[in-house]
């Protein structure tokens, strides 16, 4: 009788990183989104962007405690999250920021 063996799908190292920076992306995008909307319940700019560069900063130093940077990229693996998180905290505030302004 042959023996069965059950082998488990081996992930490759590749798409076990992309899959943590998908997952990077997806945290730095809605924690954009929701500093953007707090920007804009502030309404004044300069306490916005303050806010923002702040919260930035601690869910960088929150992510990297909670993960590894070698498995992510290295050294600059925020990089990739924190573009993301600045433009949609940009457009969100933005977009919210203008329709306060410009009244139909």
Request: hydrophobic share 55%.
């Amino acid at each position: 009788m042959a023996e069965e063996t059950t082998a488990q799908p081996t992930v490759h190292p590749s798409r076990a990183k992309l899959a943590l920076h998908r997952k990077l992306l997806f945290v730095y995008g809605i924690v954009g989104a929701i500093v953007g909307y707090v920007s804009f319940l502030i309404n004044v700019p300069l306490y916005s962007l303050v806010l923002a560069i702040v919260v930035g900063i601690a869910v960088t130093f929150a992510l990297k405690r909670m993960l590894k940077p070698q498995a992510v990229g290295g050294k600059r693996w925020w990089s990739s999250g924190a573009m993301i998180y600045a433009f949609v905290w940009l457009i969100i505030w933005t977009i919210l920021f203008n329709m306060y302004i410009v009244k139909p």
